[in-house]
């Protein structure tokens, strides 16, 4: 192989690495973004109307235990964080600002609207999340006769530990028994756009022996969960 | 052997391989927002009529074996035509091609890496399918050939999943918009079938041209049957593309394919199937054109040519200010460009050609 082949081929591999690091470099920072430790998983959307703004968003998310505390327990904690915006994207911007993470909500199972602000009309937040590529057009849809947030809040499982678990598991009662639909957001948009279908979604609320003040008709006598009632 | 002759098999999976590449992106919603329910019967139309193309397109080659549109054309208008048609050609699949790199590379970028720029994930394509073309000649078609089941697969799979979520009563009313929206304006869908450019490059470059019929005629079903399943699938799921999703409409029905707990999120299954073709789609395309240069140039090789081409389809991915001028391109103005050039301007060279051939044979015999 004489000079000018060798030559040649040095300068094939330096742009053969020059290009790998290039790339490399471009890529890290959609990694680094998306990377677990970077990101704060939405399980379930509450929205309510705001006193200041349009709108308060509630944000529930999962506090994994870190895998330092072992595998044994599987228990998990929910933080539950609102915010008052004119927007739900305005919402997720301010709360990204609040957490220092980045939120994600392809886990969010459950989007909650409280009943006063579903009667005003829904359409324009349906629109916005299923245009969000993140949001799974699987994710329940529930018209709480409370707040939004108080239903986040109040609603946690008995004999599950995830809440995301239980969130993905409880509209699928459904397929057993006749007093739960499983209304997800994608056929909730369907029936929006659709001149001929209508909505629906599931009627939440709470009952509580604290708190009275919610009532639902045709309630369950059994629950798997503590205090609400669909 | 020849090692630069194409077998039937990957011979339609070049035209097939471009009626995917556009079907992964915006055309079965084109084709749902023109037709509207209509849309499954119009492509039955619309397939009857472009097999009576494919036919034509055979029939009018019968009479040039083993030429191309390009050798058709130095015979029917000289140097002069041959240099047209071979730079309208070179510029159709560099810039078709290009600007749906660039929706591809976006619509990747909003999903998977949205701290990147754009720039990247295209240069990403680009390093592929340059690295593909200073493979040998049959390298990329045989890959091409070797990656189709699997995209053919994946849409049955997608159909198949998604049954649970169809209402079959979306396809209803059968005539859309009316029988002169769906029988005459729908004649527009004939665009689907772009990969029929394809056709007017193969007769030199296949081992048995004698199978240059069967070509024609299965390219074109295969390809039918997977816009049928893919038309079928969104038609059936969702109330038409009009109002959401600015992003693949495929990629939309893929994220509904859930079994149980544990087998859920396959879209970013589906997206590796699809970047694979894309691959190879700009493998053909830019080895079609290079080929077409090669041709009107008279140059011997063609490997020195790979990095020019590669270099000037990356400066058109990024010509599009945004992503609402390129999705322009793709919607508007590459249908046009497919009616015209493809199916009109290249389908009346042949027939010319073939009408002058006769009348050369008719003065010989007299």
Known sequence: MNIPQILKKIVIYIFILFMIILLIASFSSSYASLNIDNLAFVVALGIDTGQTHQLKVTFQFTNLPSSMEGSSSKESQTVNNTVEAPSINTAIQLMNAYLGKKLNLSHCKLIIFSEEIASQGVSEYIYTLMNDSQVRPSSNIIVSKCDAKTYIEESFPSLEELSSQYYEIFAQSDQYTGLVVNSTIGDFFNGLICDECSSYAILGGLNSSQDADFTIEGKRDSENIRFSRF | MNQTKLSSLEAISLVLTITIAHTVLSLPRILLNSTKSATLLNLLYVTGIVILLAWLI??????????????????????????????????????SSSILLRNFSQSIQVIYFPMTNVTFVILFFIIAMTIVNYLSFHASFKATSFIMPFAIISVLFLFLANIDNFSFSRMFPLLGDGIIDTFITGIGNVSAFCGISVLYFLPPLLKKPENYKKICIASIIISAIYLFLCVATLLFMFEFFISNDELMPLYSATRYIEFGSFVQRLESVFLLVWMIVFVCYLGITSKISILCFKKITKIKYHKPLVLPFSLFMFAITLLPKNYAESIFFENTIFRYCVWFFIFAFCIGILLIANWKMRTNKKEEIS
């Open chain 2, 58 to 95: 055979y029939y009018c080659f019968k009479k040039f074996p083993g030429q191309d549109i390009l050798d058709v054309s130095h015979f029917l208008g000289g140097n002069i035509l041959k240099n047209i048609v071979g730079s309208l050609f070179i510029l159709y699949f560099v810039v």
